[in-house]
């Protein structure tokens, strides 16, 4: 039985003209975060400095402040706030992402050593901290408005759904909605509140807060369902881990439990021994990739993705038409479809 | 070269009488505080609970929580926010232990099992950005206060301490002036703003805000730097640590920095020898704090700490007397002499 194939449509011409249009639409707007965003990890302090110069330099796709720009232009924002927090948005995901790294032990994120290989866990809990607090301070440092608790929320939020799925390593008693749970958590919630900030700053009505709100949640949820999905079917070159690496660290996502739940006794059995034995080599890891595959739950799970994705483009058809609400419809399609 | 004696008067009967003051006039809001902690201690998340219930069992002395109702009975606050705010400040303090356990992978904290050698660091990665994050939190949902940026920009400098005490380990070429910055950073400032936060809640004016602020300061200083020097004279039995652990984990305190400054060219020798080698078996650390107390440097950095300690008490006197001035002003004593 051999690794399934990946399909990697990132080149597909389609996908590569929303990345255009987005940057035509809010580029220079994210020119203006990304100058924050280095503003703030400068620090005099050496192992601060040096760790804030590696992270400006490692960006991600950025698409917590691009949702955060789009959304700012979709209702018509016309103050300047959106940049300050676009930033805080971005800084609170990625402490997230180095102390998630420290939980995971992961030796690589982007590409390149995580903050913990590169500086060892102490300095990297530090810097963790540093990000997660400087994004809180530069918040209300700026003065008060009623998105800031909604932030912090969203960040408590966060760091339990990581606590839950922590705790919950290779627990195969995991139910369906026990991961909706998390995945909400984990990165759901952050969308959400990424795509509602603007109604705050801009005051706007609470319908037009809860369907922006339900927008990024929704998409969020398709996000990391796809995220989930592309985990059995990527390569060690294209996303830096191998297939399967999530089982490795003990995260049971939704392709799994629907083969636990859907597939035959013996994909079960199999999986089970896999999990009481801890036998995460690179051969079992392909064979638990493969099963998903061929009993049609990878396809399942995208389905279930796709399904959120389509949620998320309904709540945008209360607003009037615009370039934005365009671009922003087809986030959910350029989310779903980025690998497969 | 025995190891020097710790004259411990924890039990001396005056340290005791202050303690029964404190109980008398605060030990109501004292009690509303532990109540407010326990409470958001609590969740429907097993390992979040299971440690939550964990903290709130091995509770502190809680100098935090008391200076900040000291201060708001000494300035005459008659508003309900100080017991929110003394448990959001104490929870600051909380949090940082669970990461400072992690960075220095001690065993021990409050002579239990610290949090990450119980539950392991990745858990208690987490569960420190859980009560960091609540603690923000819990202020925010609160609706605004003035004192919010203040707390956020402590908590920040706290963080960047512990982050250039970390960078600085087992640097011997630290000066003086960087240590006083790294006490005020990690100690200092919290207590500053634990006194100064009844101001703000208050709406008090600039200079009773300022004289609240400099008291918390110089008391911070005066009792990091007590912590300092009990380090080296403190054994096991009492403090939980052998005496001399703090240069084992890299830190470099003003005792050492004097003896690097003033001691023979044979103690200075010796101190080099030891951390290029670092050679931190008991036996070696045991020869390290008589070297510093034979020197005369402890007790030259007793009366560093007392002059900070003078300090503070100096910052009381513009109020009017009251038995919260009384005790406030014995607290500088209480902290420099609880172990000497």
């Not at 995580?114 to 990000?131: I, K, N, Q």
């Not at 603007?198 to 996000?223: C, H, K, M, T, W």
């Amino acid at each position: 039985m051999g690794p399934p194939k990946l399909r990697v449509l990132a080149k597909n011409p389609e996908l590569a003209r929303i990345g255009q249009r987005v940057q035509s639409l809010v580029g220079e707007d994210l020119q203006r975060v990304e100058a924050t965003i280095a503003t703030h990890l400068r620090s005099p302090y050496a192992p601060v400095a040096e760790m804030g110069a590696y992270l400006a330099a490692s960006r991600g796709k950025r698409l917590r402040p691009i949702l955060v720009l789009l959304c700012s232009r979709l209702i018509g924002y016309e103050g300047q706030k959106h940049i300050l927090y676009a930033a805080v948005l971005e800084f609170i995901h990625t402490a997230t992402l180095i102390h998630d790294d420290i939980v995971d032990q992961a030796l690589l994120r982007r590409g390149r050593a995580s903050l913990t290989s590169r500086w060892g866990p102490e300095l990297a809990v530090l810097m963790g901290d540093r990000v997660f607090i400087n994004a809180m301070h530069l918040a209300v440092k700026d003065g008060w408005n009623d998105v800031i608790p909604v932030i912090s929320d969203t960040t408590l939020s966060l760091i339990e759904g990581e606590l839950i799925q922590s705790h919950r390593k290779w627990d195969l008693t995991l139910q369906p909605e026990d991961n909706l749970e998390i995945v909400k958590r984990k990165t759901a919630h952050l969308f959400s509140t990424c795509c509602s900030t603007p109604a705050y700053l801009s005051g706007a009505p609470q319908d037009v807060r809860e369907s922006l709100a339900a927008f990024g949640l929704n998409l969020g949820i398709a996000f990391q369902m796809v995220d989930d999905c592309l985990d059995f079917i990527s390569d060690e070159a294209t996303l830096g881990k191998p297939a399967g690496h999530d089982l490795k660290e003990g995260k049971i996502t939704l392709p799994l439990l629907l083969l636990l739940e859907r597939g035959t006794p013996d994909d079960k059995a199999f999986l089970e021994a896999v999990v009481a034995a801890r036998r995460f080599d690179p051969e079992t890891l392909r064979e638990v990739a493969a099963r998903v595959v061929e009993s049609g739950m990878l396809e399942e799970a995208q389905r279930i993705a796709s399904s959120y994705a389509d949620e998320a483009r309904a709540h945008l058809r209360g607003f009037p038409e615009s370039p934005y609400r365009e671009v922003l419809a087809l986030m959910p399609e350029y989310i779903i479809r980025r690998h497969f």
